[in-house]
T-cell receptor, first 118, second 113 residues
Framework: GENVEQHPSTLSVQEGDSAVIKCTYSDSASNYFPWYKQELGKGPQLIID?????GEKKDQRIAVTLNKTAKHFSLHITETQPEDSAVYFCAASATHNAGGTSYGKLTFGQGTILTVHP | DADVTQTPRNRITKTGKRIMLECSQTKGHDRMYWYRQDPGLGLRLIYY???????NKGEISDGYSVSRQAQAKFSLSLESAIPNQTALYFCATSVGTIYNEQFFGPGTRLTVL
């Protein structure tokens, strides 16, 4: 089945710095790559996603990049703020049933604990 | 009111006990999911359901069972709880369109002694 690896497991930055989290996936049928943010005591919440027909997507201070050839995608947060401190998860999914195992399901990475120091 | 609710929010039980975790949603979504979260392991899929008559095993279904009582309700059962099932459990829902944004409940923290 699909396997998603996420690095680093913890990331500590100063307020105003940039943060980058990287993920790799294994199933070439995967074509949808969301990122979720989990604040303390809450369930994960989607913050941005990217689809396989796009190489980059940006939403204010957050951007995602995708390299389908290398099977990796990354989350970039610029001008970090203390409220960005949370656990971030990448995920991969196949939105068409092409015989792979990731159709209709999200396979998550292991998570990154981001701490932004004031 | 929250769109996806889970009960109980916290539960402590003993080895061998049967326990049920419940999930309800008011979003009108067809698809529902159960995950467990363990430190360093991310979110792992236990079971998922694309509609009321559809139940599928996820990557770690052993020791668990589910029931989809209605479109809005999806329950997870541990028939005989064991300590390594101590974890944070999340229910999620999605619309079932091409792109699979999932909406998560607040989680249930389960401790098996």
């Amino acid at each position: 089945g699909e396997n998603v690896e996420q690095h680093p497991s913890t990331l500590s930055v100063q307020e105003g710095d940039s943060a980058v989290i990287k993920c790799t996936y294994s199933d070439s049928a995967s074509n949808y790559f969301p990122w979720y943010k989990q604040e303390l005591g809450k369930g994960p919440q989607l913050i941005i996603d990217i689809r396989s027909n796009v190489g980059e997507k940006k939403d204010q201070r957050i951007a995602v990049t995708l390299n389908k050839t290398a099977k990796h995608f990354s989350l970039h947060i610029t001008e970090t703020q203390p409220e960005d401190s949370a656990v971030y998860f990448c995920a991969a999914s196949a939105t068409h049933n092409a015989g792979g195992t990731s159709y209709g399901k999200l396979t998550f990475g292991q998570g990154t604990i981001l701490t932004v120091h004031p | 009111d929250a769109d996806v609710t889970q009960t109980p929010r916290n539960r402590i039980t003993k080895t061998g006990k049967r326990i049920m975790l419940e999930c309800s949603q008011t979003k009108g979504h067809d698809r529902m999911y159960w995950y467990r979260q363990d430190p360093g392991l991310g979110l792992r899929l236990i079971y998922y359901s694309f509609d009321v008559k559809d139940i599928n095993k996820g990557e770690i279904s052993d020791g668990y069972s589910v029931s989809r009582q209605a479109q809005a309700k999806f329950s997870l059962s541990l028939e005989s709880a064991i300590p390594n099932q101590t974890a944070l459990y999340f229910c999620a829902t999605s619309v079932g369109t091409i792109y699979n944004e999932q909406f998560f409940g607040p989680g249930t923290r389960l401790t098996v002694l």
